[in-house]
């Protein structure tokens, strides 16, 4: 991996790490629908410009079901849930627990497809990612155990979003005209919910900056920087940074939230991510 594409990684998985700071600034002061809302049509217009320099929107066509599937499972759903979770529990251990979306991609596709299923080391990385799913789901009570679910149903939602991709629209559309159509569809169907529940009093400065940040960092730069990245280094390196978001996620918490880092996290973490090289077969190969 060159220079200028492990300078891609780290900022990618930085402004992916920051997404649980800003979710956990917006939900202060905002409901989680309109969050969701302000994160997905600040994404799309953040891509607009693009996609309208690059081939435009024709290629949409013919795609209308499998997007507006995708913008549900794949933004809607998991992002409600996302900020949903951080109503209670922190924003770190947010992003730990949503590190295991690889595991239940593996197991999702052994399900759906039987020539998928998992055997030898892989059957063992999901068993360990899932312990340290358990260890961090198990020592949350009340309202934090409902939280640490949520997150589990978001990577649900990814890892289903996935294998449905995969079967449809992911070989014959643009990834850049493919995510803007899932921003912009998922603004339309998160509307309603969102203006419903919109404040009644102007939020602060603070909060609007924080949702405002998310959509535009989050779902927009994002999404270039990851699409440059497959471009220059490759998906399997591009990949990598499901590893490095967590980490940042628990250190902004920790420095801009005061979130506290507990070994229950740091080892859960330890296991997601062991367990997720072991499922997916992921190597560290440097050049």
């Not at 991609?105 to 059957?123: E, F, N, P």
Request: net charge positive; proline share 4%.
């Amino acid at each position: 991996m060159s220079r200028r594409d492990l300078g891609l990684l780290l900022a990618l998985s930085a402004i992916w790490g920051s997404s649980f700071l800003f979710i956990k600034l917006g939900v202060d002061e905002l409901e989680p629908s309109v969050v969701v809302l302000v994160r997905v049509a600040v994404g799309a217009l953040v891509l607009l410009p693009l996609v309208a320099g690059r081939g435009g929107l024709r290629g949409l066509r013919g795609h209308l079901v499998p997007i507006v599937a995708l913008a549900a499972l794949n933004n809607v759903l998991p992002f409600w849930l996302l900020a949903f979770a951080e109503t209670r529990i922190d924003s770190g251990l947010t992003a730990v627990i949503q590190a295991a979306a690889p595991i239940f991609t593996v197991l999702l596709a052994s399900w759906i497809d039987r020539t998928q299923r998992v055997h030898g080391a892989r059957l063992v990385g999901v068993g360990v990612g899932f312990l340290g799913v358990v260890l961090l789901v198990g020592v949350q009570e009340g309202g934090q155990l409902v939280g640490a679910l949520a997150v589990i149903g978001t990577a649900l939602c990814y890892g289903g979003s996935v294998l449905y991709a995969g079967r449809t629209v992911a070989r014959s559309l643009p990834p850049l005209q493919l995510s803007f159509g899932q921003l912009a569809v998922s603004a339309v169907l998160a509307a309603p919910f969102g203006i419903a529940q919109a404040p009644d009093e102007l939020p602060s400065a603070g909060a609007i900056a924080a949702v405002v940040a998310l959509g535009a960092l989050g779902s927009g730069v994002a999404y270039l920087l990851y699409f440059t990245l497959i471009a220059s280094a490759g998906a399997s390196r591009a990949i990598l940074v499901t590893y490095l978001v967590p980490a940042f996620a628990l250190v902004y918490g920790a420095i801009f939230l005061d979130e506290e880092i507990t070994t229950s996290a740091l080892v859960g973490l330890a296991l997601i991510l062991g367990g997720t090289a072991l499922a997916t077969g992921a190597r560290l190969r440097g050049r």
